[in-house]
């Protein structure tokens, strides 16, 4: 069967494989799209299938009000959540929803993770942030819209950029990471895992133990994304 | 050799091979059986025999009354819990036991498994129930029938539906699961295992964390469930 | 090279190999050693020789006063405990020493492994015994002799018996266990930090949990060992 | 293209693999240099190359004051931490990096990690040292250089010695370790995550506990370093 979207269900089938291979998620849990901006499509893994029986024929294709475009399947359940992000953060060209055991825990106990270190302020000086329950009315509405739109107002509410923090903790739920590219929207999702596990492990250690002190936090911010960067090639 | 049920026993065996593959159990620890309705028979790993050993043909065939039907080796020592479920939850298909370290930690601990987030909630809106220790007398009897009737009378004091909440787990011994299918039923065990570590990591997080909120319970429940469930294909 | 042991150590190496590879030690940590109570001699690991680099022929053999019988190499230096427990626990076939990542931290806590549940009481139903620190002047003396002796003394202060409890951590240090044969002393190594970390866990979830009932233990150690015993084939 | 240093670069390049393969650090994270003092020089990993693309042709080789002598990408940003520890620590022949789960939960919990038992103790018989959190003059100076400084001020301030112990946690950011050659500075990056972790352990199973007695850290030592020293071949 031709398709006018082949490479970018291949590309997008790629990533998603990645999920159960990082031990992100098991079975259908999670779910990677990423756009094409010029076409207005994203592509996204098909709804209740199990990462062992995906194929790239079976990933969706669908428009940024999440209508199908081309694939027999229903796109996962979680893509208008996907498309908000799209619509709201128009630079970026990938999302990636997992159930990552610790950055479950953490959204679960609706905490931000804190910033309690360098790995961390390798990616982002500021917590990861945490979404706070749902409204009872907005989760009767359009609960994956709705999941969206708390994601953005957060980071509106915090003044927060979503260029430079790449990855949110949906209160109750789990972990959204996004990207410029897919692979860098899965790294995200990997480093928000490991930073998850870390800081716990830290409080365990030491549960009276302060945040990362400012001047660090903005050294490492400088050190990958300030005027003088040095880190990488 | 002939048998009258290779079938049901190949399908059995590779069911209880998925024990280990998952990390759900290690050695002998678990067994998986799986029930052939019309001939009123179940299939059922060997007991004392390490998935290492296992071969199809170790498989034993029993009756809803535990006794043998076909197979020279004696059937799991609890063979008798599975017959009680099997006999006492019509529907069923399969059942799986295993001895996964989390969800037999909370089965130690006493305590039911609480509903913290929507991973949760996508298989059961309940939390998942933990049985109290057994009576002494009930011990000294037919213990592993005591233990299937321990889960039927606690579902039932409850007001709870084995179709609806698959999985419980065993006070002071550990996790049982089922569903119609084979494949279900191990699906269930190891989902149970991530949510007992999920929910573990939650309260580590905050001790102080309440259980999801009543809007989200319920969203999810219909979200797969209700009868404009949405989920899957 | 001509042995008259090349049998003893070709198994001693096999039993050595078990435990990189179930995830009990790193590099050089730990040792496997197997009796050959005719011959008077037990095979055992090398000392300092990591598992990457071990071979078979790097075996020695010792006698029961842990004088090299046959091979080039020093023999680990844990060898006299080893030689103790031969010599005291006159049933026994093998012994493991490892560094397992649970069972040392129950030992560094300097608790016994308390009985919580049935997967424990599957193997013995008492707490896992901890032997207390040793006295200054017994550390300055023939420390991995007495390293021995208090094992096998605190198993006969509590009243203990070695064919029933087939392991025990040294406080401050790990555990060793054993069996009659090789491969059940490499399956208690196995199941013992498999105890520590449920019991760990256990704990964790409610740190105010009893110790598992009376009637449990009891049933459980008459299902595998009593006069009806009816587990295994 | 021709290189005065292949060989130097392969060596470095197979102890760099070693990270990732034992579960130390993901992607870019950590980085493993190995010194050629007679020329001067050290090879170290390049700056921001993730493991899964790392080639033996991208070492880079820099001299002592981490001006790069061969390669065309930039070395590693730790890359002056390393120069100081080589310039300071006159006999280590390797320094590794990681961003070990353990291993940073302790130095972002600003803690040194406690000797508890002989696992630590046949490593080193103190504390694993931690450094304090940099001043920020230093922070905003030259940073990497300053890390290094840390590390040696830090041994220089409690007395330590560099050749017996070969492991320390820069606190806020993970692990450094060194050793004479290239394997013996990752094994200590490895042994390192097993004491953390394995402390962490003890601690949640006893809060109470206390470190490892004098005479045993006393035995422990002379066991593997002193004068009659019988641990090995």
Known sequence: MSSN?????????????????????IYTFGNVSIIDRDAG????????????????????????????????????????????????????????????TYAVGWAQALEPIVIYGT???DHTVEDIPCTPPMPDDRIEGDYEEETGNQIVEHFRSLGLNPEEIEMVLVGSHGPFTWGKSGSRAVYNAVVLEELARMALITRQVNPDVSRLKEALRRKHYQRKHGPNAYYGQ
């Open 119 to 121: 790995t961390h302020a």
């Open 5 to 25: 979207f082949s490479e970018l269900k291949a590309e997008c089938y790629e990533l998603n494989m990645e999920i159960p291979r990082r031990s992100l998620a």
């Open 41 to 100: 499509v994203f592509a996204i893994k098909p709804s209740g299938i199990s990462y062992d029986d995906l194929k790239a024929e079976d990933i969706v294709i669908v428009d940024l009000e999440s209508r199908t475009v081309e694939g027999p399947l229903n796109p996962s359940s979680d893509t208008r959540t996907h498309a908000v992000l799209y619509r709201e953060f128009g630079l970026i060209g990938a999302v990636v929803h997992t159930h990552s």
